[in-house]
């Protein structure tokens, strides 16, 4: 018995064969986890530190003309760390996550600062809305953490929910990104310091690379006295090329490159990268 299960600790799935994105997000002690994480100023874990949330914010503000009656939604909205100082601008801001822990800290800041952000607590693969944007975000490289028929309904969804002359800014892994890693398998008593569970638990991390396809996966086991959990954690690796393409397909064209999402100009060997898209218009070819 034994053997096997260690067996299935290391055995390579197919690319995106699994999720466990719903268990990561709804079970209560990693949620507490995660949001320490958002909101330690100096960590680019969850969320990147402070200093380049402002930053970030300060040119999505400027680039995109964000102000009074300007609207924007946050796939992936967490504790607020881009809503709140959108809302400040003036901007009719809506926040989607699966957090409720998140949306409870997020709703308590909007309620102190005295601002009026609609927070939605659902996947948000399942957000639907009859309201248009101005500007959608996905950032944290969120994107790439979906399999191709998951990002396909979210290009579909942002194509569906953009305002006529609006725009999408979200960010992904590059290549850099996909040679940088190395596959691995490590194993660690109470690994990440406990994240995984309140209890004691062995945690094993087995990194996998699938070459044609481009993606990472960080596979987790966590091993509990009475239970065993497999957290399965996959990064698509994109060029500007093959994410155009996906947006295309999708109705969207991207217009704009960048290296982050604060606007640094465009490096191919930088290990992530921003894309800004509109609508693609029925007479462009693709």
């Known amino acids: 018995m034994l053997f096997q299960e260690l067996e299935a600790i290391h ?3 197919r690319p995106f064969a699994f999720s466990t994105a719903r268990d990561l997000w709804t079970d209560d002690h990693i949620s507490e986890k995660m949001l ?12 990147r530190n402070t200093a380049f949330i402002e930053r970030s914010v ?7 003309g964000v102000s009074e009656g300007v609207s924007a939604v946050d796939f992936g909205c967490g504790p607020g760390l881009y809503t709140t100082p959108l809302g400040k601008r003036g901007a009719k ?19 102190r600062e005295g601002l009026s952000i609609d927070y939605v607590h659902c996947d948000y693969l399942e957000f639907e809305t009859e309201e248009k944007f101005d500007l959608i975000l996905m950032i944290m490289c969120d994107f790439c ?3 191709p028929a998951q990002r396909q309904a979210m290009l579909r969804k942002f194509s569906g929910m953009l305002s006529p002359n609006g725009h999408v800014l979200l960010d992904a892994y590059s290549l850099a990104t996909y040679a940088r890693r190395e596959e691995a398998a490590s194993y660690e008593r109470n690994q990440m310091n406990g994240f995984w569970s309140a209890e004691e638990y062995y945690g094993f991390l087995n990194v996998f ?13 966590i091993v509990e006295a009475d239970r065993i959990r497999t957290i399965y954690n996959w990064f698509q690796c994109f060029t500007p ?3 155009g393409a996906e947006f295309a397909r999708n109705g969207l064209k991207v217009v704009e490159l960048s290296s982050d999402v604060a606007g640094t100009p465009f490096d191919p060997l930088s290990e992530e ?7 693609l218009r029925p007479f462009e070819n693709v």
């Open 11 to 13: 055995a390579r799935p």
């Open 273 to 279: 990268f921003a894309v800004v898209a509109e609508l």
């Open 241 to 243: 090329e093959t994410l």
């Open 93 to 111: 801001v809506t926040g989607v996550d699966f957090s409720k822990r998140s949306l409870r800290h997020a709703t308590s800041v909007a309620e």
């Open 58 to 64: 300060e040119w999505i503000v400027s680039r995109f």
């Open 145 to 147: 953490v979906l399999s």
């Open 36 to 47: 320490s994480f958002h909101l330690d100023e100096t960590l680019d874990a969850a969320s």
């Open 209 to 221: 690379k699938y070459e044609e396809e481009h993606v990472i996966l960080d596979k987790y086991t």
